[in-house]
Every structure is written in C-alpha cells, then in structure tokens.
C-alpha cells in the first residue's frame, strides 16, 4: 500500500493542499508539524519544512523513516534560469543537483561530493504520471534540470553561473537535498515547482507578488496526482 509523503518549504506551498481534506491528525515532531489523513486507500503525510537544504533533508527523513511514506511529492516554486520558462509555468524535475557544493579546490567539478553524484533523478515512473496527468487535462508541464542551494538567487552573474554550469532550466533551495535522501533510502520521488520569479534582480519583488498564485498552480497539480495514485498499489522503478 501507498503511504505518500507530500512536502513543501513554505506554509504557502502546502496549504492549498491541506484544506481539501478533513479529518487531519497533527503529530509535532523534530520541531515541525505532519498533517495526517486518509484519500480513499491512500495515506497521506503533508508537510512544510521550512526554506532550505538541511531543513527540508530533516523533513523529507523524517516523512521516510519516522512516518514510512514509501513515496514522496515535492510541491513549491522556484526561479527560472531558462527563458522558455515564465512566471506560473509548471515543472517538473527530471534531475536535480546543490549548485553550492564547492570543493573544485581538489580538482572535483561544481557540485560534486566524492562517492556522490553530480545530479540525482527522479522517479520515471510519477514523471511519465504527471505528464499523462497533464496531457489529460490540457495543462502545459515542462521537464526541467533543477539546480538547489542555500541562497535566494536575484542577480544575472549568479544565475549566469549555474547556468553555464550547470545547464539547469530552474533553481530553488530544496529539491536536491530532498533527492538526495529519497535516492539514499530507495523511495521514489518527484519535485514538482511552478516558477515564481526569474532569479534576476527583480526576483524579490515578484517572488512575492506570485509566491501565493504560483504555489496554488504546483498544489493544484498535486491534487491531480493523489486522485491517480489512490489506483497505485505500488511504485517500482526498477
Ligand atoms: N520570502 C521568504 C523567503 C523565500 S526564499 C521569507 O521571507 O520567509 C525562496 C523560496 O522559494 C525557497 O524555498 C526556494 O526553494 C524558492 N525559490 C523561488 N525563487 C527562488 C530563487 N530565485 N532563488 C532561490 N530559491 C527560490
């Protein structure tokens, strides 16, 4: 049976979620709170982890090991690097990788821990999911290459750099890390986000005129996903 992990940074991301249900059981743990309830078979943990890589790691382990979600959806927005992508475009992430980790001091590329990986991808089957979603309903989703770190990108030269680094279409603060234990503990997983800005100078000021219209097109998403994966019983990639 599914036990589905959905997570979000921000309260923003995660509300327009949690009002469509009843019934919510709040269990506090790690100083942080997992809203818990039923969608026809399926069980559901919802949470927020509040903004970065190490925050949203703790939660996504938490989700995983405490609470035994055996799948897990990431929902929220992000900047976009690539022009094809604009304000409230959908994505999905095909690959994520922490465009922060820095050790070329030692001869190792941008982003890469030794025993690691550069990028980590998600699961093939919930990304073949959500574009049959997608095209059923006539929503426009794109694939995207998504680059993590912990900071809030609003100039050109730093998006330049990961960019050229890194190809990536769109960058937030979390996806990568929560990959990173999703791939560490064999859970499959997919990173939904709908962009908010475009980490240029202006992304302060339109990350918070669009944060809340954004965040409710990448939740309105993962509504459509819980509908189709009550049918699932299980998500084997391999
Ligand atoms: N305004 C918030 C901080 C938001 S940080 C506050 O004051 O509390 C930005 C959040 O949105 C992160 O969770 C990140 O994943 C995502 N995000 C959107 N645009 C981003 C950008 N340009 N750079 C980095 N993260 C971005």
Redesign the pocket.
């Known amino acids: 049976m599914l036990k589905l992990a959905i997570m979000g ?2 309260r923003e ?1 995660i509300e327009p979620i949690l009002k469509h249900f009843s019934d919510i059981k709040v269990n506090e743990y790690a100083n942080n709170k997992y809203y818990e309830f039923k969608y026809d078979n399926l069980e559901i943990i919802l949470a927020y982890s509040k ?2 890589k190490v925050n949203a790691s703790l939660t996504a382990s938490v989700l995983i090991e405490k609470f035994k979600c055996n799948v897990l959806l990431f929902t ?4 976009a690097i690539n022009p094809d992508l604009k304000i409230g475009d959908l994505l999905i992430a095909n690959k994520l990788c922490q465009h922060d980790i820095d050790i070329t001091a030692f001869g190792h590329p941008y982003g890469y821990i030794p025993e690691g990986k550069v990028f980590i991808e998600t699961s093939k089957i919930l990304r073949d999911l959500a574009f049959h979603i997608a095209s059923e309903n006539n929503i426009k989703l794109s694939l995207a290459s998504i680059a ?2 912990d ?4 100039s050109n030269t730093q ?1 330049d750099f990961i960019k050229n680094t890194f190809r990536a279409d769109a ?5 990568a890390s929560v990959a990173l234990v999703c791939d560490a503990l064999d859970v499959p997983f997919l990173v939904l ?1 709908s962009i ?4 240029n100078m202006d ?2 000021f339109d ?2 005129e669009f ?1 809340k219209s954004s965040s409710k097109t990448s939740a309105n998403f993962i509504l459509h996903m819980i509908d189709k994966l009550k049918n699932f019983t299980s998500i084997e990639d391999k």
């Open positions: 940074a921000m991301e903004i970065g929220g927005v992000a900047g993590t770190g900071q809030f990108i609003n998006k960058l937030e603060m979390e996806g986000r908010s800005d475009t980490a992304a302060g990350f918070d944060l």
